[in-house]
């Protein structure tokens, strides 16, 4: 190609022109082409873009399906073993064949465990397609759900799951128990008929319905408390040496050392709607009649824990904020009548008077939950 | 010259065609990671073990106990009124009911009254009306049955009238207080339950109670007042 005088002049200008000198035509031309280049690079990307995007819905579209599929698997008394998995949750299910389902478990989205028998025990338990269940009901283990029709103030029972091993060794599983409230009628069919309860009454539902899992029956007395202001404590299970415990955050753990393949070990949990407040203040039972109490000891350095007055309750029911066991109208009375060393009064001189000026709020706590709560879901996860 | 050009034209196109081919390689691996991500999502859910059990109850309706005059009559009926003192029947008896729409309700009684006038108040329990009782109140007959154990919980020395004791409580901090003023605190015993069968009418659940007044010669009719009040929770 012949270059005339103009473009080798150009070609020395090299410190700023990067191209060859052309003349202005060229240059239009040139940047012309640039442009629906470029025009053509975006429909090329436009295109691989929609394709790949495609893809992608596809993709998701049949990981969804296959996570949701409902293989409805019945089998009758075989074990089911899912490979992979450590453990199974189970609840003891009715003999006879009777129906081992809660009176309100209409309302729940989940289905009936899997029957599963272990050395001539019957059970309902979660399996490697079933990881949500419902609770089987018995006489036994029941949130007065079985055939009695709710709870209320006054009100205790128990509720007890097994951890059906599937392996030797050490076994570990992080418990995690949640209440929750809905609103809704009592004629209510189905989940769509419930709606959650507000904040304040669900506050107030974690602070009154209790979840223990100890109780002495001889003493009416409760250990091991489970919710966000307990604190940290140890137990140990008679069943071969399972260990339970909470740690200061709040974590639940259950852990055995030598864990048998396909063996069922209990766990019971002793829930509880105190009637009055004294059950939460007192030591013993001089002052509240017949009624149980939940910490009969005072906080301990260094040892379980387990029936000890958790150090910050006391502070947390005099919160202003987020406060899980009282309900007041004017917050400036509530704040000058209920006080840290009222309520620790209250548990080394009991004053029936004073006593009375701080139940008030406890009991139209009650009166706010009757009326702002009607059912009460219990969940128990593990990991 | 023309050399250099023709190799500086090869050098820029030898470059973009790099660059594409840069292009290429990154969508490309765009594309495969994306895949391989959305392929270990679900993979890796699956092997992570969560379990869980749920159950469902109900919080009963908390139904209210209250009090009426008689056999469900309204309890602005429950009069006390003028009492006339100087007659020959030295007793008053007016009849009252606890009930409420739940069955089995465990409650206390409460009488609460000032002492200026020295009558004696007692509660009996009561049958239901029946024909050809003891007592005849609002229209309807009752039969007296035994008396509600149960004492004052701040009755003074002379048996008349109340210590200071719940002073704080009713009054509070006002301290030129009579001390007929001063109310003596009476409570049952035991706790008292509603009858597990419905009344008559088939809708509350009802147990009746006889309040029983009574005096001596030392009473006279002097226009003094008192205050009387019946309580059950």
């Known amino acids: ?383 | 010259m023309s050399q250099s050009a023709e190799e500086q034209q090869e050098h820029r196109k030898q470059k973009k065609d790099w660059k594409q081919e840069r292009r290429k390689r990154r969508a490309i691996w765009a594309v495969v990671s994306a895949a391989l991500a959305l392929l270990a999502v679900p993979v890796l859910a699956w092997l992570y073990m969560q379990r869980s059990m749920e159950t469902i109850t109900e919080i009963k309706k908390p139904e209210i106990l209250s009090i009426k005059a008689g056999d469900m009559q309204d309890i602005e009926q429950l009069e006390l009124g003028t009492i006339d003192v100087s007659g020959d029947q030295k007793t008053k008896d007016v009849v009252f009911c606890v009930y409420s729409a739940e069955k089995g309700k465990k409650y206390d009684l409460q009488l609460a009254h000032t002492t200026n006038i020295g009558f004696t108040y007692s509660i009996y329990k009561a049958s239901s009306p029946i024909e050809g009782g003891d007592v005849t109140y609002l229209g309807k007959q009752y039969k007296k049955g035994e008396l509600l154990p149960g004492g004052y919980l701040n009755l003074a020395a002379d048996g008349k009238h109340a210590t200071n004791a719940y002073h704080n409580n009713t009054y509070g901090e006002y301290n030129n207080v009579q001390q007929a003023a001063e109310p003596l605190y009476w409570k049952s015993k035991e706790q008292e339950t509603l009858s597990n069968k419905k009344d008559e009418r088939e809708e509350f659940y009802v147990n009746y109670y006889i309040l029983h007044i009574s005096w001596d010669e030392t009473v006279q009719n002097n226009k003094e007042t008192d205050m009387i009040y019946l309580m059950a929770g």
């Open chain 1, 1 to 383: 190609m012949m270059l005339t005088e103009e473009q080798k002049r150009g070609e020395r200008m090299q410190g700023k022109k990067k191209k060859e000198g052309l003349t202005s035509e060229e240059y239009r031309q040139q940047a012309r082409d640039e442009i629906s280049k470029v025009k053509n690079e975006w429909k090329v990307f436009l295109r691989t873009g929609i394709i790949m995007s495609a893809a992608l819905i596809v993709i998701i579209i049949a990981c969804v399906a296959w996570f949701v599929s409902n293989n409805k698997v019945t089998i009758s008394t075989t074990r089911v073993q899912s490979a992979g998995s450590e453990f199974e949750l189970a609840a003891a299910s009715k003999p006879n064949s009777e129906t081992s389902a809660g009176v309100y478990d209409k309302l729940l989205d989940v289905p009936q465990g899997t029957k599963s028998s272990i050395k001539n025990q019957n059970f309902l338990a979660t399996d490697g397609s079933h990881t949500s269940i419902t609770w089987a009901i018995t006489d036994d283990s029941n949130m007065n759900n079985n055939t009695e029709v709710g709870i209320e103030p006054g009100a205790s029972g128990k509720m007890t799951f097994y951890i059906i091993s599937h392996k030797e060794g050490a076994l570990s599983v992080t418990l995690d128990l949640t209440l929750t409230g809905y609103t809704g009628e009592e004629t209510a069919a189905t989940s769509s008929n419930l709606q959650k309860a507000n904040q304040r009454a669900q506050q107030l539902l974690e602070g009154h319905v209790l979840l223990f899992v100890g109780y002495d029956s001889d003493a009416r007395s409760y250990k091991g408390w489970i919710s966000q202001d307990a604190g940290p404590w140890s137990m140990t299970l008679d069943s071969e040496k399972a260990v339970l415990s909470r740690d200061e955050n709040g974590k639940l753990t259950w852990s055995v050392q030598n864990a048998k393949k396909d063996t069922a070990y209990p766990v019971t949990l002793y829930w509880v709607w105190p009637e009055i407040l004294g059950s939460y203040l007192v030591k013993d039972q001089s002052s509240i009649g017949k009624r149980p109490i939940l910490f009969p000891e005072d906080w301990n350095d260094g040892s379980s824990h387990l029936t000890e007055l958790p150090k910050t309750l006391f502070k947390a029911m005099c919160s202003l904020n987020d406060n899980r066991y009282f309900y007041w109208k004017e917050s400036e009375e509530f704040a000058g009548t209920v006080t840290e060393g009222k309520l620790n009064q209250m548990r080394t001189d009991f004053n029936p008077v004073m006593y009375g000026t701080l139940a008030v709020y406890y009991n139209q706590a009650d009166e706010y939950l009757g009326s702002n709560v009607r059912f009460i879901k219990l969940k128990l996860d593990a990991q």
